[in-house]
């Protein structure tokens, strides 16, 4: 019942931009605090950022300064813009809610920054 699509991945090299787009339907998307994840290959997915349905926003250290979440709940769309990339932030992105999360994943986008 509950769709997430993500988008706007790609290959980046080093110290590049790339927006994300999060789409959701089968939810009352305004009401869900929504969150950013990111799964690097052999490693635990990990919370990026989330986001309050109001606005208000968290980043784990990593990306401190380099990432901006934020959303549109009249489209239903939460993106993530990532400045200055680095080879660390290579990974399958991922959307959903936070901090318990909807069963149903999207399949994600794989960001890929290298030289």
């Known amino acids: 019942q509950v769709q997430l699509v993500e988008s706007g991945g790609g290959l980046v090299q080093p110290g590049g931009s790339l927006r994300l787009s999060c789409l959701a339907s089968g939810v009352i998307f305004s009401r869900y605090r929504m969150a950013w994840y990111r799964q690097a290959p052999g490693k635990q997915r990990e919370l990026v950022a989330h986001?309050?349905?109001?606005?208000?926003?968290s980043y784990v250290d990593s990306v401190k300064g380099r990432f901006t979440i934020s959303r549109d709940n009249a489209k239903n769309t939460m993106y993530l813009q990532m400045n200055s990339l680095k080879p660390e932030d290579t990974a399958v992105y991922y959307c959903n809610t936070a901090p318990n999360s909807f069963d149903s994943w999207g399949q994600g986008t794989q960001v890929t920054v290298s030289s």
């Open positions: 986001i309050s349905s109001s606005g208000s926003t």
